[in-house]
């Protein structure tokens, strides 16, 4: 799929899905697929949520295109984590200039990470 999708973005063929969901759920179920890979390593898994407001966690979005991203950045947060925690951290940003607000995610890991040279290799096609 994600070669797939890669192709339609590059032809300017790829649709967004935007639907109300709910941020927790669509991350719950990632790490429920997540969940033994995490557990046969002994890796912790963790979600920090930041400027959420209360229980809410409602946003127009594509559901599947995040879950797409968060799974894709979690599997290989847990490919190279031999111990300790991986935490998906999702917080909510707004432009004024644009009127709108965005969701800002990342993972990290306890993992050895990458020299600058893999780094600079990392997006090149």
């Known amino acids: ?8 973005i590059r032809s300017n063929k790829f649709e967004k899905r935007e639907t109300l ?7 719950e179920e990632v790490l429920q697929v997540q969940y033994l890979q995490a557990k046969s390593k002994g890796i912790s898994l963790a979600v920090d949520y ?3 407001g209360g229980d809410n966690y409602a946003l127009i979005g594509d559901q599947q295109r995040l879950q797409q991203v968060l799974m894709n950045l979690l599997s290989n947060a847990l490919k190279f984590t031999a111990k300790g925690t991986v935490k998906i ?7 004024p200039d644009v009127g709108s607000w965005s969701l800002i995610t990342s993972v990290r890991d306890s993992g050895a990470g990458m020299t600058m040279s893999e ?5 090149r096609l």
């Open 89 to 95: 951290k999702l917080r909510l940003s707004y432009d």
């Open 50 to 52: 930041k400027n959420f």
């Open 119 to 123: 780094k600079s290799k990392l997006f």
């Open 21 to 27: 969901f709910d941020v927790s759920e669509a991350v």
């Open 1 to 8: 799929n994600d070669i797939i999708d890669f192709g339609r």
